[in-house]
């Protein structure tokens, strides 16, 4: 695996496998790699003849300071997960490197990114549509790989790439679970063992609010969520959203739409966890 820090030197090197006709995925992360991250590898790894992985802690999608420096960051580790599952190029950028100046750019997604993250999180997809876009101009790859936990901003990157009219396709990757549902997040590994073990209940609460439908009213399978979620001492929902899939649109009935896609965010702790179901 090679390890590049500089955009530069990434080009020339890819420009070569381009040169001789290979493809390029590519898995955009901020480290701190887990099983998820690795499923994202694999299928990247086995679509494409090169597969890139940037990890770069992106400092304008965080809205938060203490949430940009609490960011777990382990590159030695992953750069070790990242040579096991076969990554043939990690680009490991500085902040100066991405953002020689400012990014003074502003997207506008409208419904798909001002709704759930958009609202309790401002600017953060312009973050991530800023950074997106960058690492896909220094990349250019063929396919990029994005998972499914992250679902709004799965629609947010598929907008941005439609308006920059930029040649890849996003794939959308299933959610990866530990044994008991948690969905795994690299912010896992700051929950204290009493919060981690209290974190399954909102993976398990969203699979029992799907055998609810269509017999109970959609919002009747909201506050049943919120308020099963909202009972356990440690745990605060800061949304519960049932959306159109595609439009994200909130929805009053099932028939709204043929792709309800029911999304959370739960403070485990001090701890921002999100996930996400199909109904
Ligand atoms: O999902 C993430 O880890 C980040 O939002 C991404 C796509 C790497 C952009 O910084």
Same mark, same amino acid.
């Given at each position: 695996m090679k390890i590049v820090n500089s955009i530069e030197e990434l080009r020339t090197?890819?420009?070569?496998?381009k040169g001789v006709g290979r493809s390029v995925g590519f898995v955009p992360t901020m480290g701190a790699l887990h099983d998820g991250h690795l499923s994202l590898v694999k299928q990247g790894v086995e679509e494409n003849d090169v597969c890139v992985v940037s990890i770069f802690v992106n400092p304008t999608q965080f809205n938060d300071r203490n949430d940009l420096a609490t960011y777990p960051r382990t590159l030695d580790k992953d750069c070790a997960m990242l040579e096991a599952a076969g990554c043939d190029y990690l680009f490991a950028p500085s902040e100066a490197e991405? $953002?020689?100046?400012?990014? &003074?750019?502003?997207f506008d997604f409208g419904t798909l990114s001002q709704v759930m993250e958009g609202a309790y999180r401002p600017g953060?997809?312009?973050?991530?549509?800023? /950074? !997106?876009?960058?690492?896909?101009?220094?990349?250019?790859p063929d396919r990029a790989y994005f998972g499914e936990? #992250?679902?709004?901003?799965?629609?947010?990157?598929?907008? @941005?790439?439609?308006? =920059?009219d930029l040649p890849v396709q996003i794939i959308a990757c299933?959610? =990866?679970?530990?044994? #008991?549902? =948690?969905?795994?997040?690299?912010r896992n590994v700051r929950l204290t063992p009493g919060q981690r073990q209290k974190a399954p209940l909102i993976a398990r609460t969203l699979k029992e609010s799907t055998n609810f439908v269509p017999g109970k009213?959609?919002?009747? !399978? @909201?506050e049943?969520?919120?308020? &099963? /979620?909202?009972?356990?001492?440690?745990?605060?929902?800061? $949304?519960?959203?049932?959306v159109d899939g595609h439009t994200l649109e909130a929805i009053e009935?099932?028939? #709204? &739409?043929?792709?309800?896609?029911?999304?959370?965010? !739960? $403070?485990?702790?001090?701890?921002?966890l999100i996930d996400n179901i199909k109904y």
């Open positions: 090197g890819l420009a070569q496998e991405m $953002y020689p100046v400012p990014d &003074t750019r502003r953060h997809f312009n973050g991530v549509a800023q /950074i !997106v876009s960058k690492l896909f101009d220094a990349v250019k936990k #992250d679902f709004q901003q799965i629609a947010v990157v598929r907008a @941005m790439a439609k308006q =920059l299933p959610i =990866l679970r530990e044994e #008991d549902g =948690l969905a795994m997040s690299s009213s959609v919002r009747e !399978v @909201m049943y969520v919120v308020h &099963t /979620i909202n009972n356990e001492q440690v745990m605060r929902v800061e $949304y519960f959203e049932i009935n099932w028939t #709204d &739409t043929t792709y309800p896609v029911g999304c959370i965010v !739960v $403070y485990c702790g001090e701890v921002r």
